[in-house]
């Protein structure tokens, strides 16, 4: 990245900082991104501010029909939150810097954990489509990093460490809440992200099995990435659509992928929900650091 681009990138991050510095009601501790057909996970937070991305300097602007495009503030269970109501994409044509623009800035304000939600396809046969998978772990096969270029020290290590990129704890804490919920269709897997938007073929399909992959979607890493460099943990869900077998493929729909999404919305709400409202078993350290 050539100095002026990476400069005028500085530049609109701090810009974007100090507006929503003087804009939102209060620096929300945790931030949860919301993926395809997960947009109504919002219903559940008591909301005080609506930031169309349109209206904050520099955010990208989402492209995708069912990614509404809203900065939400408000409490969910007490917890202050802000809610990503729609991401983008490298598909779309943003760099990974412009994907993690806004967890980079809401890092910048002060956000500890981040809870990232994505709609994915499922790659493990013994994964059921409808259910919700912890991310323990994943892939990025995106060809790009949001780090490449210079760093910024203040901002977080030039070679952040990623032994751990999801919160162990956390993944022990959202599993414990599933079986407390009665949520059956709850698991754990790696995740992997694909440039997109083609969907996946079938040899494709059984490549990504093979090296080891459960789920596949086109979204998430980055902004993982970014977290982690930034210091904040980080807890992961994907909503499996579909599993397909690519000795007897069948084609993918996206509509079919956020109908199965939005099904499963109120199910990742209740287990979203219970994990905050148990926050204080796991977050009192993290927030010591903010």
């Known amino acids: 990245m050539a100095d002026r681009e990476f400069s005028d990138y500085v530049q609109r991050v701090q810009e974007c900082v100090a507006k929503l510095r003087d804009t939102l009601p209060f620096l929300p501790r945790t931030v949860i991104q919301l993926g395809t057909g997960l947009g109504d996970f919002v219903s559940r937070i008591d909301t005080r501010l609506v930031l169309p991305y349109a209206d904050i300097p520099h955010f990208p602007v ?8 809203n900065l939400i503030l408000g409490y969910l269970e007490g917890e202050p939150v802000a809610a990503l109501q729609g991401r983008f994409h ?3 044509g943003y760099s990974t810097r412009e994907i993690t623009f806004p967890v980079r800035v809401l890092s910048l304000l002060g956000a500890r954990l981040l809870l990232v939600t994505n709609a994915a396809g499922g790659l493990n046969p ?3 489509p409808g259910s919700i998978m912890v991310i323990r772990d994943h892939l990025n096969f995106l060809g790009e990093n949001p780090l490449r270029g210079p760093n910024i020290d203040e901002w977080g290590p030039r070679f952040p460490d990623l032994s751990t990129p999801y919160h162990p704890a956390l993944i022990k804490t959202a599993l414990d809440a599933a079986r407390s919920c009665g949520l059956v269709k709850v698991i754990s897997g790696t995740y992997v992200c694909i440039p997109g938007p083609s969907l996946e073929t079938p040899a494709e399909t059984r490549w990504l099995r093979d090296v080891g992959a459960d789920a596949v979607g086109m979204s998430t ?3 993982v990435i970014v977290a982690r460099h930034a210091g904040m943990e980080v807890l992961g869900f ?3 659509s ?3 077998d690519p000795d007897n493929f069948q084609p993918i729909l996206l509509e079919d992928i956020i109908r199965t999404a939005a099904k499963v919305t109120p199910q990742l709400q209740q287990l979203i929900v219970e994990i905050i409202a148990h926050r204080q078993s796991f977050t009192a350290q993290i927030f010591q650091k903010s």
């Open 90 to 92: 490298f598909y779309e």
């Open 126 to 128: 013994l994964i059921a």
């Open 221 to 223: 890493v980055p902004e």
């Open 242 to 244: 579909n599993v397909n």
């Open 238 to 240: 994907s909503v499996v």
């Open 62 to 69: 989402s492209t995708v029909e069912s990614h509404q495009g």
